[in-house]
């Protein structure tokens, strides 16, 4: 494993997560246009630990324990809804290597979560 995936793995570990106190905001209206935009954050934040199909196997989640979440089985530790996948989104999940992505534009997070959801857990059902 190359030396930047090792640093890039230690440092999800290391970062840690935070709870998110604040209000969720209101969720912007679901359009091609930002689950087009959210395959894009997947695909720089999140397919690295998810991969390319969001089961759990992308190259760094081989060294994580627990595996990424698959989200295409079982149940969200920290709920399914959207306002909740904001919630992890934004500030990571205790207990995993899920790391906070709260400093993204939340415009971003929201965009992610759409894409996950359009693309991977609408499938399972």
């Known amino acids: 494993m190359n030396i930047g995936l090792r640093v890039g793995i230690m440092g999800f570990f290391l970062i840690g997560s935070v709870t998110y ?3 969720v905001p209101k969720p912007p ?4 246009e930002l689950i087009q935009k959210g395959m894009a954050v997947y695909t720089t934040n999140c397919l690295s630990c998810h991969g390319e199909k969001g089961d759990g ?3 760094a989640g081989a060294y994580m324990n627990p595996k990424p979440r698959n989200f295409g089985e079982g149940k969200f530790k ?3 809804k959207p306002e ?10 205790s207990g995993t290597a899920m790391a906070p992505f709260g ?3 939340e415009e971003d997070r929201w965009a992610v979560i759409y894409y ?3 693309a991977f857990i609408k499938k399972k059902k």
Do not use: E, I
């Not at 209206?29 to 091609?32: A, N, V």
């Not at 909740?84 to 999940?93: N, P, R």
């Open 21 to 23: 106190g604040g209000t």
């Open 29 to 32: 209206k679901m359009t091609p």
């Open 57 to 59: 196997n992308g190259p």
């Open 78 to 80: 920290a709920g399914g």
């Open 84 to 93: 909740q996948l904001f919630k992890t989104v934004t500030s990571g999940l």
């Open 103 to 105: 400093h993204l534009p």
């Open 116 to 118: 996950v959801t359009d």
